[in-house]
Each structure stands twice: as C-alpha cells, then as structure tokens.
C-alpha cells in the first residue's frame, strides 16, 4: 500500500512546497486538508516544490471529515502532536500492506482539540526540549515519514546510486 502526509489547514506556502518535495522523493501521497492558507499556484510553494510538484499525489479534501471518510482503516492514522505521550519512533509501521496516514496540524495551532481528544490513543509526540514551541512542519514530516520508510526498509526507495562524477568513488 502507501504511506499518507496529510495537512490540516496548512498556512505557510513553503512548509507545504518542501513536504510535497518530501512526498515526491519517498513515493508518499500528500493530503491537504481546506481551507489552505495559500493557492497552490503560489510561487513560495512552486519554489519550494521546485520542478518535483508535478510528481507529487496530492489528494485534496474539503474538510477534516471529509479526510476521515477515505481513511480505509483508522487504526493506520497517527496524529503528530507535542501533547502525546507515545512518541512516533515507538509505533510498528512495518505492515506494507496497509496505508499509513500522518497527520499534521495547522503551523499556528494545530489540529482540533476535540479531534485530538477522540484518537487520543493514536496521538505521537517527537521528543524535544522545553527550549522551542514546536519543530518546522516540514522537518516534521520528514522525519516521520523517513521513520516509517526505515521500518519498512526503505521498500521502493534507492538505497544506493552512483552518479557519473561519483566523488566516493
């Protein structure tokens, strides 16, 4: 199956430029949750997705709901928040067999509270210190995902490439 990068109201054209880059390097679907804080012709995100945007699968959704109706098995959805207890590291994401869906929150806020509170079980933290409000959206995306993808090992990724000016060898 798939691993999902899903958006809820995302604001910043160019978090969500370098996610779909993201999305495009791993073979990830990228889910964006409306209303957006941008258009998606905006020239911070073309830049920040700079010519890989027309190989990302980007699946929009009117609303959180609407999200949640594709969701084929709801027990494959993590919600990346600071206010979990389990952190994402800990979760088995080795079943290739079923979809995976991380979901972020809006850059200012987050996701619902009442959402949170009805998959509390389903909610995952990455650690940090007291020093910082929250982590970089994209860096936050990358790192789940590339979490997931190690579990998986790297299934349909290039572990290794050789370039014609490799400087290794």
């Keep these: 199956m798939a691993n999902h990068i899903v958006l809820f109201e995302p604001l910043i054209p160019a978090n969500t430029g370098n996610i779909a880059r993201t ?18 012709d905006d020239k911070h995100l ?11 699968r980007i699946i929009y959704h009117d609303s959180l709901d609407d999200f949640m109706s594709t969701v084929a098995d709801p027990r494959h959805l993590y919600l990346i928040t600071k206010f ?7 979760c088995d994401y080795t079943d290739t067999d079923v979809d995976h ?5 809006k850059e200012t806020t987050g996701l619902p509270e009442g959402f949170m509170r009805e998959h509390a079980d389903q909610c995952l933290r990455i650690p940090m210190t007291e020093n910082v409000r929250a982590l970089n959206l994209s860096n936050c995306a990358a790192l789940v995902i590339y979490e997931a993808l190690r579990q998986q090992h790297f299934a349909g990724l290039e ?3 050789t370039y014609q000016h490799d400087k290794l060898k």
Excluded: M
């Design 159 to 161: 572990t290794v490439h």
């Design 23 to 40: 999305c495009a390097a791993t073979n990830s679907y990228l889910h964006l949750i409306k209303p957006l804080g941008f258009e998606t």
């Design 46 to 56: 073309r830049r920040a997705g700079l010519d890989y945007w027309a190989k990302v």
């Design 101 to 105: 869906y991380f979901l972020f929150g």
């Design 84 to 90: 979990a207890d389990q952190t994402y590291s800990d």
